[in-house]
C-alpha cells in the first residue's frame, strides 16, 4: 500500500524532492510493447517546471533512465524501473523554517505520525513526487493507444475562470493547459495579479477517456469511479473529484439525469452523458468524463501565522523558495498519467489487454 | 477485490436483490469486543425501507443474524458472518421489462460485461447490498466508539434545498435525515412533489468524523482522501465526492484556504477547517468532512426512450416496482458505516487500535 | 488477509467447528458456468467424516446451501455464497478441559495472540474450517475441468508405509484414499493399530495437475510453486511440502536433476519431470506433481503432560471426543480444493480463463 | 504481485542479469532505525559472487547505493529505494544459444508466457534478482535486531553430506556456509568433484529464528509457515520447504511429535520442538526452525540434449559462462533475507512494532 498504486498493472513510487533521485517501478506491463526513454520523456516534459513565468523557476531537466524491463526496444514483462536524478535542488530556504509548520502543507501531519521528517522540499510530500507517475503514466498512455484509447486532460477552471470550449490542440499551446485560448489568456492574468500579491490560485481539472471499451470496472467496491477516484484523489492538493454531471446531479430530476439509451453505429449508446461514462460502477463505451478541484498553492510569499512545534509558540511565515502559484497548471499530465494507469489495469483485469505479452 | 473492501479490516458481501440472502463477512476486527445482534440490528433499522411516504414501500424486517465470530458476547478476533434473509422480494415486475435497459441503472454494463444477469429486482446491483454493508458498519462504529471517534452522516441538500443547521438530534426525527428541521420540511415537500410526477430528485450527503486522531492516512496512495473517497464512490448512485471546503477551493486564494495553525487545549490545531480534516493525506485531528452527491433515483414511472437489447429496437419504459424517488434519504446509514470501517481500518494500520485484540 | 486467499479467484471463509454455521465467500468465477449443490455436495462428501471406523464418528451431514451467484443454474460473476449449517456438535468434553493447553494444538497460540478463544472443539481452528474451502474447490474444479484441468491428490504414505502404485480408481475405494489397494490395507491396519493404543498416525499426500497449460505462474515472488505452496501450507496439520522430485534433489546432480527437452506430439515437453511441472516459477505443460507431510493427529486419547494457563501449573491431558486418529485420511479433497483454487487463479490471471464470463 | 512481496513491510525488486542495474524499493519501514550503506553493504558481501574456487567467478562489486528514505542516518518512514549497478556483465556466452532451451532453466517458460525474452545472463531469471532481496533482507534485519531477533542460515546437507554440529560461528568460516567444520571440508570436496566433472550438486538450507515472540501468524491462509514457506519457495531453486521435524513427521505417531507443554523462565514453552516453534499457524516463541531444498544448479558444462525452439529440432548443450556449482552455497543470506521480511511483515501485522516511527 502507502507507495504501490494498481492491482494487476501497478506501480511503486519512491523519492524525495531534494535527496537523490526519484522513480517508479512499474510491474504489470504485458511483454511485447516498443517504448522509449523519448516516449516518456515526453510526457515529462509537460509537467516539468521552468517552463514559463506562472510556475516554479526551478530548474530540473527531469531526465529519465530506464534501468530495467525493456530489451531490443520492447517491454519484455518484467518491471519497468525508472529513474529521475534530482539536480536543481536548493534546501537553504527550508533550513530556517524547518520548525514552523507551514500552513496547507503536510509538516504537521508527517511530524506526528513519523516522528520526524525530511524537511528539504517538503521531501516525499512534495509534489515532484508526481513526476515519477508521470514517467509510469507514460507507458499506460502508450500501452493503451494500441488500443485506441485516447485520456486526454486539461484546465477546466481557474479562479472562477471558465474554459468554454474544449479545444485540444490548444491545450499545450499555452501556458496553462486550458482547451480554450481566451479562457486562458484571463486565466495567466489572474495567475500573475496572485504571484504579484504573494499568492496563489485553486482550480479544476478535467479529464476526458475516450474509446474506453464497454465492460471495464467492478460492481462493487471496485467500480470504476472508486478506483478512478482514489487514483485522483491520491494526487496532491486534490479536496474532490466528481464523473458526469457530478455535484450537479444534486438539483437535476431523474427525468432529466438518466440518459436514454439509443442505437448508434450498430452499438448501444447513450443520447447524453451526464452519467460520465461509468453505469454501476462498469464503463458504457461513451467518454470517461471526470473533473478534480486543486487547492490553491499552499506555499505562499504572504505572511501567515503557524506554530513552532518545537517551541510550541505562535510565529509568522512567509514561505519563500521556488514555488507555482497555480499548481492546477502543472496538473494535467499528473492527471492523464493516473487515468492512464487505472484504465490500463481495468484493461488488463477485464481480459481485454493480455497480462503477459501483446497478441499481434 | 470487487467484493471486498478494506486492508486490515475488511468486508466480503455478497448477495442479490432477490435471492435468498445478502450478507457480510467482516474480518480483522480485534478480540474482545462487546458487540450484539442488537447493536447491529439498530444500525440496519436506520436504512431500512418501508418507514415514510418517502421511500421505497417494500417490506423487509431486515432481520440480521450473527453466525460467527462471536463467543460469549465477544469478537474472537475471527471472521464475523452475518446473514440477513430476503423475505418481501416481488420478481413479477421485472420479469416483462428484463430485457429492456433501464435508464441509468447497470443493466447495461451487468449485460455487456457478464454476457447474462440475474435482473430480479436489480440483482446484485441493486442498493439492497449496502445492508450488508451497514451491518459491517455497526461493528466497526461501535470498535470506534471505545476510542471516543464518533461518525454521522446527514442529508444536507436535495432538490436545491440546502440545510442551514447541524443540529445532530433532529436527524432521525424526520424522513430526510437532515440536522435542519425547517429544510427537512421542504425537502420531503419536493421529494413528495416529484414522487406524484413520477420523477425523482437528488441531493447531497455530509460525513463528520469526530475525535479522529492525527496520523491517520497513508501518505501517497493511500491517502486519507484517497481510501474514504473511494469507499464513497463505492457506493450505488454517488458520482461525486469532495472534502473540507471541496469544489469551493477552485474559488479561493491560498491566503484564504490555508488553515492557520493554532494552540487549542495545549495541542496544535487549525483555526479553520477548509482542509477537513486531512492535510498531506493524513489526518490533522481536527473533524473529518466529506460530502458525496447522490444521483436521482433512476428508477422512474415516467415514461423513458430506451433500447431492447434482445431486439436492438427503441422501446419506451416506465419503471415500475417499489421504488424509492429519492435514495439520498436513506444514504445516510451507508456513509456512515462505510467512512466507520475506512477509519477502523486506518486506526489499525496506523497501530492506534491493537490488530488482534483489545487491551483494556 | 487471514480468512481471504486468491487473487482474481479468491475464497472468503468462516465459522467455528462447534458455532452455528461456516461457509465459503467465493469471488472471481467467471459468470456462464454451471453449477449446482450437488456438484458441490459430491466433493464434500469426499471429506465428510462418519465414514469408516478410521475417522470421527462425528456425524455431520455437511449439507452445503449456495446463498448467491448463481441464478437460472448458471454463476452470475458476482459472489458464490455457500454455507453448511452445524449439527452435531457435542460440546461438553471441551468444557472439562477449557484451560489446558492440547498439546500439538493452537490453543496455546490462539490464547496468546487473542487473550480469549472459543475453545469449543477448537473453535477456528478445527479442520471443520476446511469443508467450506472444499466447497469452493467444487466450483473451481468444475470450472477447471471446462478446461480439461484435473486435479487429483491421494494418500502416498501413512506411518511408513508408501503407495506404489498411482491406480486413481482405486482412491475412494479404500478408507484411506491411497491409489494402490495393497498399500491402503496395511494403513488402515496401522491406523487402526494406533488408534487402539489411543495414539495416532501421520503421512504424506501426493497431488498431481494434468493438463495445465505452460504459462501458469510468476516469475518471481508469485512463482508457482509459492503460490501452490503458500495454499497447502495454510492447511492445519502441514508441516511441509515439495515438488516434483523435492528433497530428493539435495542428493542429486545437475545432469540427472534437469529434465532433458522433447518434443512429444509436436511440442516441446520434458523427458523426465523431477521439476514436477514447474520451470522458473512458471508451469511447463508436464504434470505438476507437489506432495506435503501432514503431522499425526494432535488429539489422542493417550495421557500427556501439559500446563493449565489459569493455574501455571503442569496438568495431564486426554483429549477425549470424536476424533480422527490419522487426519491425512481426510486431507486429499482439500488438497485438491486448494489446488484448483490457485489454478484457476492463475489461469484467470495468465489470461487463460476469461476473468468476466465464459466464453463458448 | 509478482514483483512484489510482503503486506505492510513489502519490497518490489527489478532488474535484469546483465541489464544496467538491480534494485528494491522497501515500503512499510517505520521511521527512526538507523542504517547505513554500510549495514547494508555487510550482507550483501556476503552472497556476493568470486569469493572462492567453489562459486561463479563473475567480479561484481554488488555496491549498494541508497537512493530514498533516510534523511539524517535514519529512516523516514518513507520508501527506501536501493540501486545496484552491474559491472562485469559477458552476454557474449548466451548469444549462441539463445534458441536453445537451457535444462533445468526458465528460458521456455518465459518464452512461452512472454513470446519474448531478454537472454542475457537468463534475464530476470537469474539469482542476480536476489541480491536486491538481500538489501532489503538488511534492513529488516536491522530492525528486528532491535527486538532482539535474530535469524539465522546456513548449509544443512550437500551431496548426502550432512552438518552434525550448529556452531554459528563457522558458517562464514568457511566457503560452503556450514555450521560444521569437518562436514563443510568434505562438502567443498564434493562440490569440486562435481565441477571439475562439468555437473553441479543440491542441498539443504536451514534457517533459524530466534527471540520470535509468540503470537505472530495468522489463523487461516496466512499461517506463519504459509508466509515463511511462500517467500522461501520463491526463491530460485527451492523445490521444497519443511517446518520442525517436517517430512519426519509422516513416519512419527502423535505421542512423539505432539510437544509437551511446560513452564521455563516463568513462561510457557514446549519441551521439545517438533513443531518448529509454530502451531495453528501462530508463533510459540519457541525457536522457527525450516529447512529448504535447493536444487542442483541447472548451467553446466556437461553435454545435455535439448530443444532448439526456433528450429524445433533436438540439439546438444554444454551451457558455458561463469557459473556456481553448487547454488546453494550462496543461498544462506537470501534465505535471511526473506526470512526476516517476513518476520517484520508479520512483526508490524500483529502490532508489536509500530507502523509509523520506533518508540524508544
Redesign the interface.
Given at each position: 500500500?502507502?507507495?504501490?498504486?494498481g492491482?494487476?498493472f501497478?506501480i511503486?513510487?519512491?523519492?524525495?524532492s531534494h535527496?537523490?533521485?526519484?522513480?517508479v517501478?512499474l510491474?504489470?506491463c504485458p511483454?511485447?510493447l516498443k517504448i522509449s526513454e523519448e516516449d516518456v520523456q515526453q510526457e515529462l516534459d509537460k509537467r516539468a517546471p521552468g517552463q514559463s513565468e506562472i510556475v516554479s523557476p526551478r530548474k530540473e531537466s527531469d531526465k529519465v533512465?530506464i534501468?530495467?524491463?525493456i530489451?531490443e526496444g520492447?517491454t519484455?514483462?518484467?518491471?519497468?524501473?525508472m529513474?529521475i536524478y534530482n539536480k536543481d535542488a536548493d534546501s537553504s530556504k527550508y533550513e530556517k523554517i524547518k520548525h514552523l509548520?507551514r500552513?496547507?502543507?503536510?509538516d504537521?501531519?508527517?511530524q506526528?505520525?513519523?516522528?520526524?521528517?525530511?524537511y528539504r522540499g517538503g521531501?516525499?510530500?512534495s509534489a515532484r513526487?508526481t513526476a515519477a507517475r508521470v514517467a509510469a503514466g507514460a507507458v499506460a498512455k502508450k500501452l493503451l493507444s494500441r488500443f485506441n484509447i485516447i485520456i486526454t486532460a486539461y484546465v477546466k477552471?481557474?479562479?472562477?475562470i471558465k474554459a468554454n470550449k474544449a479545444d485540444y490542440k490548444e491545450i499545450y499551446k499555452n501556458n496553462v493547459r486550458c482547451p480554450d485560448k481566451n479562457a486562458a489568456r484571463k486565466m495567466e492574468q489572474a495567475i500573475l495579479k496572485?504571484k504579484n500579491e504573494?499568492?496563489?490560485?485553486?482550480?479544476?481539472c478535467e479529464v476526458v477517456a475516450l474509446n474506453v471499451p464497454?465492460?471495464l470496472?467492478?460492481?462493487?467496491?471496485?467500480?470504476l469511479?472508486?478506483?478512478l477516484?482514489?487514483?485522483i484523489?491520491?494526487i496532491?492538493a486534490?479536496?474532490?473529484?466528481?464523473?458526469?454531471?457530478?455535484?450537479g446531479?444534486?438539483?437535476?430530476?431523474?427525468?432529466?439525469?438518466?440518459?436514454?439509451?439509443?442505437?448508434k453505429n450498430n452499438k448501444?449508446a447513450?443520447k447524453t452523458n451526464n452519467?460520465?461514462g461509468i453505469?454501476?460502477?462498469?464503463?458504457?463505451g461513451m467518454p470517461i468524463v471526470m473533473r478534480a478541484?486543486?487547492?490553491?498553492?499552499?506555499s505562499?510569499l504572504?505572511k501567515?501565522?503557524?506554530?513552532n512545534?518545537r517551541t510550541?509558540k505562535?510565529e509568522t511565515i512567509s514561505v519563500e523558495g521556488r514555488h507555482d502559484p497555480a499548481t492546477i497548471v502543472r496538473f494535467p499530465p499528473i492527471a492523464e498519467a493516473m487515468t492512464a494507469i487505472v484504465i490500463a489495469d481495468h484493461m488488463i483485469?477485464?481480459?481485454k489487454i493480455?497480462?503477459?505479452?501483446l497478441i499481434k
Open positions: 500500500m502507502s507507495n504501490t498504486f492491482a494487476l501497478r511503486t513510487t519512491w523519492g524525495e535527496g537523490k533521485a526519484i522513480g517501478v510491474d504489470g511483454a511485447g533512465e534501468l530495467s524491463g530489451f520492447k519484455t514483462g518484467m518491471p519497468i524501473s529513474i509548520l500552513p496547507g502543507h503536510a504537521f501531519t508527517y506526528v505520525k513519523y516522528g520526524f521528517r525530511d521531501g516525499r510530500s513526487e477552471e481557474i479562479a472562477g496572485a504573494g499568492d496563489s490560485v485553486g482550480g479544476v464497454a465492460g470496472g467492478k460492481p462493487i467496491y471496485n467500480k469511479e472508486a478506483d477516484g482514489t487514483a484523489l491520491g496532491n486534490v479536496k474532490g473529484v466528481e464523473f458526469g454531471a457530478g455535484f446531479l444534486a438539483k437535476m430530476k431523474g427525468s432529466v439525469s438518466n440518459d436514454e439509451f439509443i442505437i448501444i447513450t452519467h460520465g453505469l454501476g460502477g462498469i464503463s458504457t478541484v486543486v487547492k490553491p498553492a499552499s505562499i504572504k501567515q501565522k503557524t506554530i512545534y510550541m505562535q483485469m477485464a481480459g493480455s497480462p503477459d505479452k
